[in-house]
């Protein structure tokens, strides 16, 4: 199979896909949904949830997790990335929180959903990439 480069690799997560996010569950298997992320390549991986997830109360306990970034159409690509979770803020600001959702959004819709999070609370993991998988079969 066509392995990407480092480059190409970093090139394709930083782009905005909505990623799967694995983590460790003790009782069964992995925790696998979808999550919105943002990643600059040579950086951490961050991912945004609320203290009452399940994706929160798993994070924390496992301080780890898997992202897999996909292009759903042809040619297929992906990039699987794993690794520790290396901070948490538990409040992310309001900047932050308009960054990652003007990633995902235009900017009507992106108004519309931080008018329904405000003043709930979310957190932000931050992930160091240490084990990295990738396909090209462009």
Same mark, same amino acid.
């Given at each position: 199979?066509?392995?990407? @480069?480092?480059? =190409?690799?970093? !090139?394709?997560?930083?782009?905005? &896909?909505? $990623?799967?996010? /694995?983590?460790?569950?003790?009782?069964? +298997?992995?925790?696998?949904?979808?999550?919105?992320?943002?990643?600059?390549?040579?950086?951490?991986?961050?991912? =945004?949830?609320? +203290?009452?997830?399940?994706?929160?109360?798993?994070?924390?306990?496992? %301080?780890?997790?898997?992202?897999?970034? =996909? *292009?759903?159409?042809? +040619?297929? %690509?992906?990039?699987?990335? /794993?690794?520790?979770?290396?901070?948490?803020?538990?409040?992310?600001?309001?900047?932050?929180?308009?960054?990652? @959702?003007?990633?995902?959004?235009?900017?009507?819709? !992106?108004? *519309?959903?931080?008018?329904?999070?405000? $003043? &709930?609370?979310?957190?932000?993991? &931050?992930? %160091? +990439?240490?084990?990295?998988?990738?396909?090209?079969? /462009?």
């Amino acid at each position: 199979m066509p392995v990407m @480069t480092e480059a =190409q690799r970093e !090139a394709f997560l930083a782009e905005a &896909h909505v $990623g799967v996010i /694995s983590i460790a569950r003790p009782d069964g +298997p992995p925790l696998a949904v979808p999550i919105w992320y943002d990643y600059t390549p040579g950086g951490v991986v961050r991912v =945004q949830t609320g +203290p009452e997830s399940v994706k929160y109360r798993l994070l924390t306990a496992a %301080r780890e997790f898997s992202l897999v970034a =996909q *292009e759903e159409t042809l +040619p297929y %690509r992906y990039v699987s990335v /794993s690794g520790p979770v290396v901070a948490v803020e538990e409040k992310t600001s309001a900047a932050d929180l308009a960054a990652m @959702t003007h990633r995902y959004f235009d900017p009507v819709r !992106a108004a *519309e959903y931080l008018r329904s999070i405000e $003043g &709930h609370t979310i957190a932000t993991f &931050h992930m %160091r +990439p240490e084990r990295w998988y990738s396909t090209d079969y /462009s």
